[in-house]
C-alpha cells in the first residue's frame, strides 16, 4: 500500500514569493495534518482537516493556509515568504481525528528553501 | 510552550547493548503518546505507541513505558543495532480533543556504533 505523498520534495523560493505544497493520504485516511520541521527542532502542528473541514490550526500567522479536497488530499499555501518559512514541511494522515486509530503517518515531506 | 520535552540531544550506544530514550511532558490532559524515527531526508517513521490506560507496550525489539505520576516515558530498544540510528521523536496528544494536534519534543540523536 502507498503511504502519504507529498510534492515537490525540494522547492527554492525567493522572499515575498507564494508556494502551494500538495499532500495525498493514505487510502482510506480521511485526516490530513500539516506540520512545520526547522532544524533541530521537532515537528511544529500547523493545520488539521477532517472531511475537507478545517479543524484546528496551530500558532502561525495567516500567511498559511490549507484546504482538503474532496478525495481527501491536501494543499498547504504560504504567501509572501519570509526567510524564517525555510523548513521541512510535513504532511501527516490518519483515519480520523480523534478515537479509534489516531496514529498520525507522516509523509517524507517537502523541503523550502527561501532566499 | 514545550510541553514534550526531550532533555537529552543526543544517545551513544554499544550495539547489542541497551537504549534508553527519555521524555516529560507537562500537560496532564494528554493520553496517547507516541514515538517516531526519523532519518535524514525521510519523514518521521512511526515506531510505537502507548494510551495512558497502559504503563507498558512492547513490539518486538522496542518497549514504551509509562509512568504517569512523573509524567515521563521511555523508549527501551533491545538489543540496538547499527540500523536504529536516528532521531527519535516522542511526541504526545489529547485523544478527547476533536483536534488530533501531536506535540512533539525536539528529538533524540542515537547513535548505534560496532
Known amino acids: 500500500d502507498a503511504g502519504v505523498t507529498q510534492s515537490p520534495t525540494h522547492l527554492i523560493k525567493t522572499r515575498g514569493q507564494h508556494v502551494t505544497l500538495r499532500c495525498s493520504p493514505i487510502s482510506g485516511h480521511k485526516s490530513v495534518s500539516w506540520y512545520q520541521q526547522v532544524l533541530g527542532q521537532g515537528p511544529q502542528f500547523i493545520f488539521q482537516y477532517y472531511e475537507k473541514e478545517e479543524r484546528g490550526r496551530g500558532n502561525f500567522p495567516d500567511r498559511f493556509s490549507a484546504r482538503q479536497f474532496p478525495n481527501y488530499s491536501s494543499e498547504l499555501n504560504v504567501n509572501a515568504l519570509l526567510l524564517g518559512d525555510s523548513a521541512l514541511y510535513l504532511c501527516?494522515?490518519?483515519?480520523?481525528?480523534?478515537?479509534?486509530?489516531?496514529?498520525?503517518?507522516f509523509g517524507p515531506g517537502t523541503r523550502l528553501t527561501v532566499l | 510552550d514545550q510541553q514534550v520535552k526531550q532533555n537529552s540531544p543526543s544517545l551513544s550506544v554499544q550495539e547489542g547493548r541497551i537504549s534508553i530514550l527519555n521524555c516529560d511532558y507537562t500537560n496532564s490532559m494528554f493520553d496517547y503518546f507516541l514515538w517516531y524515527k526519523k532519518y535524514p531526508a525521510e519523514g518521521p517513521t512511526f515506531l510505537i505507541s502507548?494510551?495512558?490506560?497502559?504503563d507498558k507496550n512492547e513490539d518486538g525489539r522496542f518497549t514504551v513505558f509509562l509512568n504517569k505520576s512523573a509524567k515521563h516515558l521511555s523508549l527501551h530498544i533491545v538489543p540496538s543495532q547499527p540500523g536504529d540510528s536516528a532521531v527519535y521523536f516522542c511526541a504526545a496528544s489529547n485523544r478527547g480533543s476533536t483536534l488530533g494536534r501531536l506535540y512533539f519534543g525536539r528529538g533524540t540523536q542515537l547513535t548505534v556504533w560496532p
Open positions: 502507548i494510551s495512558s490506560i497502559k
Open positions: 501527516a494522515s490518519s483515519f480520523s481525528t480523534s478515537g479509534g486509530t489516531d496514529t498520525q503517518y
